[in-house]
């Protein structure tokens, strides 16, 4: 069996990793491809960690090939430039004389940042690499870089694993980031959000009971266990603690055990204990085979103990890179020397904090490190990428990746094919770890019992629609046939039809608050885009239909609507279609704005101007012709023509008789004998008989005279409907292009 040690020089700076070997037998005898398949992970006995991660479900456990398989990140000359606003100065609008320096001319910009400048230096796995630096030095801005979160093109420079070059794909599927904020749902406990990141994160053909091990294991290897049953909780919800939120937040990303951890500042806004519990666990992750690499801010003397290698950065700029053990004499050698008994740490960034405050800046101690690291290379010299030790010293970067997965590493990451043949040896990296339906329904699972547990939520929706049918049932209660009651039926349907949409305005803050936890978990691909956006439509469209009934059945019989159980079956069926559309317009415009304030006034606005436009204030022969285009897009007009037709279909109904026609003018104030001696000069002059029972206008004359001529109401119903599905692929291709969650 293989075990690895870490072996430092005098000077306490790790140099390379050492390899104690058993014999082998008959491994000249053996495949490449039977030696991958029977790698083991030998470090998990190596430390006593008993987690089934490593675990693998069908190899041969009495097999005595299982060889551990060495990782190694490089990265070199990494600079990561910036474009800045530059503020409009009234000098600035004056002409100057040129600057007397040509090549300051030349070279220096001042419309660009440096964010990072040629940073180099390694990882292994088994290790911790604490990126140290001040605020706005570049700690978060490298961890982005070596994660692939910045635009290619903007990063110049190398990041390789093994010596080979990280594809974006298969970084995604082997790496993992954990957000400087804890992004998690508040309603679910500790194991439930596990379990959810392992049903995404593990694939569909690893059973049930295996997942529950790998999260009961997880909770262990996370000193959470006591709060296991724990909601995760918020300001309104009493929770877990904050060191418990971060290791929780950690254990989502390495549910499935990557090769590569990637964390921006995981002990920020902890105390020093919670601090040490954080990096404690980190440390186990690293020894369990993992490449770990984190900001932090400023270590205390117990978590510098559990960091393998540092780099001090300063304004983009490298001011240390070696083991903690070798800050004393780095520092000392500089003129700088670390009192005994004061933190290693704590004294290196106040000193690079005073140097940056110095005219000079930190320029000496930048180029007293690269002359540091030049000796450090003439007098020790580096193992190469792949160390000698490891027992396939000519494995590919896909080879090795097979090699980890084989025994039992990237659990969802992939499968390797071991072919009997030294050179064929392949990966196949699956893009995702589930079908798209198991993404679905896990989703929905989630999604509905984080709802459930907030019933309070949609109860002062379902009031708020309650009440508005209530105030318009009473206030429009028992509407008449009089030319008075079809302008009151006019407005009814108007205001009733534009509330469906401005109660959808509650559903912005669903994604809002939610958007966060999609860009960490799609950016490694935890599951599809498409995925959730199917998912937010169906958990949506239960309580829709609640709260369509409830609207439908306060006002149908109160106000005294037309049509009988079929026009109520419709009244129904375009109220859930209009919150359909409502709902969908607002979820796509919550993928567009960022702020919920924000959102608000834009939805406001917006339906304002569509009920402006749906005909009710004025017709759509009356609208001018430069915004008749915008009643064609009002998402009020088509419920609004739809009920309308409901309403007013029955050619055998009267709205206007005789006298009546007199109602709403002027005459209307005129006695009853005066009304029909008027009606019976009128008929004398038109030529025709006109009684006082003659009915002058039906429905079908109102529905002209609102222009309501040009679809049906059941095209106006799958227009609304049509809508509603428009917006949801808008929000799928907000989700495609507005979450990159990567720096240009």
């Given amino acids: ?13 790790q140099q390379f990793y050492s390899m104690e070997l058993n014999s082998i037998s008959s491994v000249s005898d053996s495949t490449l491809g039977q030696l991958l398949k029977n790698v083991s992970d030998v470090r998990k006995l190596a430390i006593g960690d008993e987690t089934p991660v ?72 088994g290790e911790i690499m604490a990126v140290l630096g001040a605020s706005g030095s570049g700690k978060s801005t490298l961890i982005d ?48 959000t596990l379990m959810f990141a392992a049903e995404f994160r593990l694939p569909r053909s690893l059973p049930k009971s295996k997942k529950k091990l790998r999260v009961q294991a997880l909770i262990e290897q996370l000193g959470i266990k006591n709060a296991a049953k724990t909601i995760i909780g918020d300001e309104g919800h009493r929770g877990i603690s904050g060191g418990e ?35 404690k ?85 930048v180029e007293f490190n690269k002359k540091w690291q030049e000796m450090k290379k003439e007098n020790n010299r580096q193992p190469p990428l792949t160390p000698p030790a490891s027992p396939y010293p000519n494995l590919t970067l896909k080879e090795a990746i097979a090699a980890s997965i084989s025994r039992g590493k990237l659990v969802s990451g992939g499968e390797s094919s071991a072919i009997s043949t030294a050179t064929a040896t392949t990966l196949t990296v699956p893009a ?68 469906m949409f401005y109660t959808c305005a509650e559903a912005l803050p669903v994604f809002l608050q939610e958007r966060y936890i999609f860009m960490r978990e799609t950016a490694y691909n935890a599951y599809r885009r498409s995925s959730y956006v199917l998912s937010h439509a169906i958990v949506a469209f239960p ?26 079956l419709f009244y129904c069926l375009i109220i859930l279609a209009s919150f359909w559309a409502g709902s969908s317009f607002v979820t796509f415009l919550s993928g567009i704005v960022p702020h919920v304030m924000l959102g608000y006034t834009i939805v406001v606005a917006i339906l304002a101007y569509f009920l402006l436009f749906s005909g009710f ?67 004398r002059s038109l030529g025709t008989t006109i009684s006082s029972s003659t009915c002058l206008t039906t429905g079908a004359d109102i529905l002209t005279q609102q222009g309501v001529t040009q679809l049906s109401k059941w095209n106006c119903l799958l227009i609304t409907v049509g809508f509603g599905f428009f917006f949801r692929v808008l929000f799928y291709f907000c989700l495609l292009l507005g979450s990159k969650n990567k720096r240009s």
């Fill in 281 to 365: 666990v980190l440390k186990r992750i690293a020894q369990s085979g993992s490449i770990v690499i984190m900001s932090i801010h400023q270590p205390s003397h117990r978590v510098l103990g559990l960091l393998n290698r540092l780099i001090f950065l300063s304004r983009g700029n490298t001011v240390f890179s070696g083991s903690p053990g070798s800050l004393p004499r780095f520092f000392a050698e500089f003129g700088s020397p670390i009192p005994e008994n004061e933190n290693r740490t704590e004294f290196a960034l106040d000193l690079i904090r005073e140097l940056e405050g110095s005219a000079g800046g930190t320029r000496g101690l």
């Fill in 432 to 499: 995702f770890a589930n079908p798209i339906w198991i993404e679905i329904v896990t989703l929905s699972k989630r999604s509905m019992l984080n709802s459930r547990r907030q019933p309070e939520l949609f109860g002062i929706r379902l009031a708020s629609v309650v009440i508005t049918g209530f105030i318009l049932a009473t206030v429009f209660w028992r509407i008449d046939n009089s030319p008075r009651g079809v302008q009151e039926r006019l407005g009814f349907f108007a205001f009733a039809m534009s509330t």
């Fill in 245 to 279: 939120r971060r290791r929780v937040s950690i254990g989502i990303d390495i549910i499935h055990d990557p090769i590569l951890l990637f964390l921006d500042e995981p002990t920020s806004g902890l105390d020093s204990t919670s601090a040490f519990m954080v990096v």
């Fill in 1 to 13: 069996m293989a075990r690895i040690v870490a072996a430092e020089d005098d000077d306490g700076m």
């Fill in 543 to 568: 309580s829709l239909i609640f709260l369509s009934v409830a609207f439908a059945a306060t006002t149908f019989w109160a106000v005294g609507l037309d049509g009988g159980p079929m026009g109520l």
């Fill in 617 to 683: 204030f004025i017709n759509r022969n009356r609208i001018p012709d430069y915004w008749i285009w915008f009643h064609y897009m009002s998402l009020v007009k088509y419920p609004y023509e739809a009920v309308l037709q409901n309403e007013f279909s029955d050619p055998t109904k009267c709205f206007v008789r005789g006298v009546q026609i007199f109602d709403n003018t002027p005459l209307g104030v005129l006695p009853d004998g005066m009304k029909l001696r008027l009606l019976d000069t009128v008929s």
């Fill in 145 to 192: 870089a070596l994660a692939n979160r910045i635009a290619k093109g903007s990063l110049k420079g190398t990041v390789k694993l093994n010596g080979e070059t990280l594809q974006s794909r298969t970084l995604k599927v082997i790496s993992a980031y954990v957000m400087q904020d804890d992004l998690l749902f508040p309603m679910l406990t500790v194991e439930e």
């Fill in 54 to 125: 490593h675990e693998s479900f069908d190899q041969d456990n009495d097999d005595d090939l299982m060889r551990t398989v060495p990782f190694v990140l490089s990265f070199d000359n990494l600079t990561y430039n910036v474009s800045v606003r530059q503020k409009l100065n009234f000098r600035d609008l004056i002409p100057r004389r040129k600057t007397e320096d040509p090549e300051i001319a030349q070279t220096v910009s001042p419309n660009t940042k440096t964010l990072l400048n040629n940073i180099s230096g390694e990882a292994r796995d």
